[in-house]
C-alpha cells in the first residue's frame, strides 16, 4: 500500500511553467509505475505521463516536448515540469501509482489544481 500526496498546483499566466510534486508514503524504488493523470472541468480524466521502475517515460500527445516526469528516490518523490503551458492544461493534477506488474490496484492521491489563464 502506498499513499501520495501532490502538491505545486495554482495559478500561472500562459508560456509559464510550473514544477508538481508527488510524495509517497514509502519507498518509490521498487513501484512499477507512477503516473499523472489530469482532468479538465467538465471533462474526463486523462492520462497525462508515467515512469517505470526502469526510469522508461511515456508522454501524451499534447504534452509531449512542454512537459517532464521525473523522479528522485532519495525523496520518495516524483515531478512534473511542466513548460509552455496553455490554458487547455488547466486540470486538477493526480497521481497514480500500481505497485507491481501483477496487480490491478491503483493507489491515487487526492490532486492539485492548476489553472493556466491571463
Known amino acids: 500500500q502506498v499513499q501520495l500526496a501532490e502538491s505545486g498546483g495554482g495559478l500561472v499566466q500562459p508560456g509559464g511553467s510550473l514544477r508538481l510534486s508527488c510524495a509517497a508514503s514509502?519507498?518509490?524504488?521498487?513501484?512499477?509505475?507512477i503516473a499523472w493523470h489530469r482532468q479538465p472541468p467538465g471533462k474526463q480524466r486523462e492520462w497525462v505521463a508515467d515512469?517505470?521502475?526502469?526510469?522508461?517515460?511515456n508522454y501524451a500527445d499534447s504534452v509531449k516536448g512542454r512537459f517532464t516526469i521525473s523522479r528522485d528516490t532519495a525523496k520518495d518523490t516524483i515531478y512534473l515540469q511542466m513548460n509552455s503551458l496553455k490554458p487547455e492544461d488547466t486540470a486538477v493534477y493526480y497521481c497514480r501509482a500500481r505497485l507491481s506488474a501483477w496487480s490491478s490496484v491503483d493507489y491515487w492521491g487526492q490532486g492539485t489544481q492548476v489553472t493556466v489563464s491571463s
Open positions: 514509502g519507498s518509490i524504488s521498487s513501484i512499477y509505475v
Open positions: 515512469i517505470f521502475s526502469s526510469s522508461t517515460t
